[in-house]
């Protein structure tokens, strides 16, 4: 699209004229999608400055729609609003309907952005009855696809695939690839979170190479940070943190704040597991000072405090992730979802022994967000330390029977098992379960949980009156997470009760 302006331009020379001035919004608007923001803002001076000479209201409504994008994609959210407001209003003064839809459905990525949904929705719904007023097919397809991310950041994957393929099925009509695209790349991410990380894995590899192709860099940034997170809960960590460093340079290099944040939630889990701590506690510290600059009130910021909550919980440090997250009454936000902090909330509380509540907590959780196999790993723990130790047997099976359980899942339900077999004076069990969990961790390149492992394994020996194997284990686990700087602390008070090593306080 930028070669076939270029030529236009040449063609028609430097005489002002309302081609040229179409012609410069167009190119505009392609170094947009390009995320060539400076060059953008060149052409679009250019364009105002000769539609306003000729009183082109026409062309100044779309360099402002062109412009709201380009204030979008460098972060500068306010002035995006209000770029796209004025715009919306003068395509209303023109009684031009496709150009208030076209705004106001950039308005409403704006506001998605800077973490308010409700008011995204407002706005691109809008402007789907207005696209299906007048038969604008691409502009509904969009509007769906963006309806769809609303759906997706909400946790209504059921909602957000509907949307999706009417998307889909849109864009394919009409030969919109760019658009079929950006609709794929989000059902790769709707697809990992129902648990269809192989058909994720599948599209975000197709789209990648499709948008590499396009030179659709943020297209590219957002698959890489897809797969990172395939990658790490596949236990491959250290991929997992090249892949998401390799996306956050990207969106850096766009001026992306909202898309470096995400990179920084794989990144962060994958230098912290791979024992560089420090690593991850500076990116996640990066991740504050990224959200400090949007809007005040944007859930978009609570996502550091969730990656630093979930680092805590993997650390031991339960307390610290409940202050991070405000405890169990405080609503985590549309950024993240409950269903995703439910888990590090209710671990959380048993590493705080807070174990009673732990359990009505995660039960509630389990009832709104059936089937997801990290709350039923950590109900397994749960139900162990208050001696339920059938439940925390039928938990862990059920994780056993979810080919989609992450690693980490299927290791933290054999630990509650161990836990129950172990309370219950069944030792070779509750160490086969151990070994079981041991050898999923030496698949991994997961340094800290094959530390957290090891100190289960000390607890269940020390219930079971094997002092000395409980002092070899426990050295292990003391050089394991020496590794990663951490004691574990909170975990190892969680096993020495759920083992029945120590009674409930």
């Avoid at 949307?163 to 919109?176: E, H, N, T, V």
């Avoid at 396009?214 to 957002?222: L, N």
């Avoid at 047997?393 to 980490?408: E, K, N, P, T």
């Amino acid at each position: 699209s930028v070669r076939l302006y270029d030529q236009q331009l040449r063609l028609l020379g430097d005489e002002a004229g309302p081609r040229r001035r179409h012609a410069l919004v167009g190119r505009a608007r392609a170094h947009t999608a390009l995320r060539q923001q400076g060059l953008a803002r060149a052409d679009l001076e250019v364009a105002f400055a000769e539609a306003r000479d000729a009183d082109d209201e026409l062309v100044v409504a779309r360099a402002l729609t062109v412009l709201g994008d380009v204030e979008q994609n460098e972060g500068a959210l306010g002035a995006s609003m209000a770029t796209l407001e004025r715009a919306v209003e003068l395509w209303r003064s023109l009684g031009d309907r496709r150009g208030e839809a076209a705004a106001l459905r950039r308005k409403g990525m704006t506001s998605l952005f800077a973490g308010d949904p409700d008011a995204a929705e407002d706005a691109i719904g809008e402007a789907l009855v207005a696209f299906q007023a007048i038969g604008a097919r691409k502009g509904i397809a969009w509007a769906n696809q963006n309806l769809a991310w609303i759906a997706f950041m909400r946790g209504d994957t059921d909602l957000a695939d509907e949307r999706l393929d009417a998307a889909i099925s849109l864009f394919g009509d009409i030969g919109d690839w760019g658009g079929l695209g950006w609709a794929r790349g989000l059902r790769a991410y709707v697809r990992f979170t129902q648990g269809g990380g192989a058909e994720a894995e599948q599209i975000a590899l197709e789209v990648i190479d499709d948008a590499g192709e396009r030179g659709d860099r943020w297209g590219v940034a957002m698959m890489t940070v897809l797969l990172a997170s395939i990658r790490l809960w596949q236990g491959r960590a250290v991929e997992a943190a090249e892949r998401a460093a390799n996306a956050q340079q990207l969106f850096a290099d766009v001026g992306d704040i909202w898309g470096q944040c995400r990179s920084i939630g794989p990144l962060s889990r994958s230098l912290l597991v791979t024992g560089r701590r420090d690593e991850a506690e500076a990116a996640i510290a990066h991740a504050h000072e990224l959200t400090a600059q949007l809007p005040d009130g944007s859930s978009e910021r609570v996502l550091p405090l969730f990656m630093d909550a979930e680092m805590a919980v993997h650390l031991g440090e339960g307390g610290r992730a409940l202050e991070l997250l405000g405890g169990t009454e405080t609503p985590v936000g549309h950024a993240v979802g409950d269903r995703e902090a439910a888990s590090i909330l209710g671990l959380a509380l048993l590493q705080q022994q807070r174990f009673e509540e732990a359990v009505a907590f995660l039960e509630r959780a389990g009832k709104r967000f059936p089937g997801r196999p990290a709350l039923r790993a950590v109900l397994a723990l749960a139900t162990a330390a208050v001696g339920r130790t059938d439940d925390a047997r039928a938990h862990a099976a059920a994780v056993a029977g979810i080919d989609w359980a992450s690693y980490l899942d299927r290791i933290e339900a054999l630990l509650g098992l161990a836990c129950a077999e172990a309370r219950d004076g069944n030792t070779a069990v509750a160490l086969g379960a151990l070994d079981e969990a041991t050898s999923i961790a030496d698949a991994t390149e997961d340094l800290l949980t094959g530390g957290v492992i090891a100190l289960a394994r000390a607890r269940v020996l020390e219930a079971a009156g094997s002092d000395g194997g409980a002092d070899v284990a426990l050295a292990d686990a003391d050089v394991r997470l020496a590794l990663v700087g951490t004691d574990a602390a909170g975990w190892d008070e969680l096993f020495r009760v759920a083992a029945g090593t120590r009674a409930i306080a």
